[in-house]
């Protein structure tokens, strides 16, 4: 049976890439009980608000013209994207640095955070490292390295761990959750750069005037699925900006340990199986004008893998927080119990919504994406207008994300049957 699933290319690439994706979030999780122990609430509450500022900035670093590169027919027109995809992210992250000098008082003072002071100057660098990242993920992607890409996964996750341990031993607080942060990105992004610098005869051929045409044929991406994007993470992130506000940056760590526990190995698994996904959804829709083979078999092998999980997860998530974080953890498996249907859905939701892309529905998905965005909006200035307390919030937050995200399934399936125009 094993040997038969194996056979199957697109089983064979999800493994590889679940495979590299499951060591690499085993190890975070694995010292995430040291961690606990060196740093506190308020210091991981720090490190979130850091990362939910880059993450935002990040996601649109390359403009979206990433998710191109899997898509034109010449090796030469690839490579040019890539390129582009770079230059883009450089000329954002140097305009960051830019803001970040002129406006650096205003901005903590919005923020009401002065511990992430000194961080700020490096937002630019890692958003541009983010920017760097993505391209070479996806040009491996277009290439078929799924093995890199697992090998990058690992060593990303080897060196965060090495180092948050042995800066936060060296009692550097919330400064040592964030430089390692920062090394992680810089060990990570020099493996996946490895298959694109040696491809010497077509990295001969970039040129500012095939970049330019290239980005004008594929102009929909940062039209459409750069403000998508921009929404969607924004919607993920924000409540990161906001609940040091409204309660305290003890509060967005337990949060964030959440975040860290539920929500990266949901994501890291969901993006492997999202990037097969993509692959084989646009050879399909080359061959017959649809993707819905591929999407009910996608669809059924997310819900194989996670819904027994899930439930399992849902009502034991409190008591397995404490004993492996300690009590000083308790509230972050209070929030976690009231999350773990939004973290289902978000898995079954995200890989299937790159249908949208496949299909160049950009407009559809942004509209959704900000939707989304108004949504957490809303709930947020509700529960400061109405005092809400934090349970309160994420219970209603919960609710009606898991009904959102159950509407873009949805939308995503009659896409990927030609049923929206």
Partial sequence: MI????????????????????IAQAIPIAISPILTRIYTPDEFGVLALFTAITAILGSISNARYELSIVLPEKE????NLVALSILISFTLSSFLFLVILMFQNNIIKFLG??????????????????????????????????????????????????SQILLGLLKFG?????????????????????SFLKNSITLSNINIKRMLVLAKTYIKFPKFSMGATLANTSARNITSLFIPMLYSAATLGHFSLVQRTLGLPTNLVGQSIGQIFIQKAVIEKQ??????????????????ISLIPFIILFFTVEDIIVFIFGDNWLMAGVYAKILVPLFFLRFIAAPLNLTLTVFEKQQI?????????????????????FKLDIISFFITYSIILCVYYILNIIISYKVSIGNVD
């Fill in 3 to 22: 040997r038969r699933i194996l056979s199957n290319d697109f089983n064979r690439n999800v493994m590889k890439l679940t495979t590299g994706t499951t």
């Fill in 76 to 79: 030469e027109d690839a490579i």
């Fill in 113 to 162: 955070n002065s511990e992430i002071n000194l961080w700020l100057y490096f937002v630019p660098l890692v958003v541009f490292m983010i920017g760097i990242f993505n391209a070479f993920k996806f040009y491996n992607t277009r290439i078929k390295k799924y093995n890199i890409i697992a090998q990058v996964s690992v060593l990303k996750s080897v060196s965060l761990a090495i």
């Fill in 174 to 194: 919330h400064h040592g959750l964030i430089l390692g942060q920062i090394f992680s990105h810089l060990f990570s992004n020099g493996r996946l750069a490895k």
């Fill in 287 to 304: 061959k017959y004008g649809t993707a819905k083979i591929i999407y009910i078999s996608t669809l059924k092998k997310l819900l194989t």
């Fill in 365 to 385: 998905d942004l509209l959704w994406q900000c939707g989304l965005l108004l949504i957490v909006l809303v709930t947020v200035i509700a529960s400061a207008f």
